[in-house]
């Protein structure tokens, strides 16, 4: 099973903001959040969260997440920062925070259906990996632009990060170069993260 299809608001109590997962906001139970706050965690409980933050803003399973770490490892660099680059470079982020699909799984769709093209070419995978000066554009057709176009007008006009450049009205949005930590769109402490998984990898 590649997605979280469980309660959003649910995992967003627990975790906190995940923009990823869904654009709505719960609603607040102070009562709620004044006892599990009064709870002292252990350092596994605050590592699991981490992660568990990380999994369900960027839509993987377990088994992708440890296969994104295991690359982190490998690469130069810290292996946090290398981790997060790597997931905000996927495809579906990328639809995502140009504000083509309101939440990470909606941009899954989009890519799944074949409505998006990489350098002019059909890519269906969601975890396509972007790279500098890749082109992404929605299909030639009324009903691929149709679903963006809704996308742009619903969502509010935030700020871009500075590895992206949209051009709203063709439709496009240019991968200008790797993304830098401080543009992440998730608060998260990767290093929790890399500590979690440093016994299984």
Avoid at 2 to 29: M, Q, V
Avoid at 40 to 52: A, D, G, N, P, T
Avoid at 148 to 172: A, C, G, M, R, V
């Amino acid at each position: 099973m590649s997605r979280y299809r469980g309660p959003r608001f649910k995992k967003i109590r627990r975790l906190g903001a995940l923009p990823g997962l869904t654009n709505k906001s719960p609603i607040k139970r102070s009562s709620l959040r004044n006892q599990s706050s009064s709870v002292k965690k252990s350092q596994y409980r605050i590592r699991l969260e981490e992660k568990q933050k990380l999994r369900f803003h960027y839509g993987l399973t377990e088994r992708q997440l440890l296969k994104y770490v295991r690359i982190a490892g490998k690469a130069k660099g810290s292996t946090g920062q290398v981790l997060l680059q790597l997931l905000e470079m996927r495809l579906d982020n990328i639809l995502f925070r140009l504000g083509m699909a309101p939440t990470i799984p909606g941009a899954r769709q989009l890519v799944n259906h074949r409505h998006i093209l990489v350098n002019g070419r059909i890519v269906d995978i969601p975890s396509y990996r972007c790279k500098p000066h890749d082109i992404i554009t929605a299909r030639d057709e009324q009903n691929s632009r149709a679903l963006i176009q809704n996308s742009l007008d619903s969502s509010p006009h935030k700020e871009l990060p500075k590895h992206l450049t949209l051009q709203s009205f063709q439709y496009k949005g240019l991968v200008n170069q790797i993304i830098d930590s401080k543009w992440v769109g998730l608060e998260i402490k990767e290093l929790r993260v890399v500590e979690y998984y440093s016994r299984q990898t």
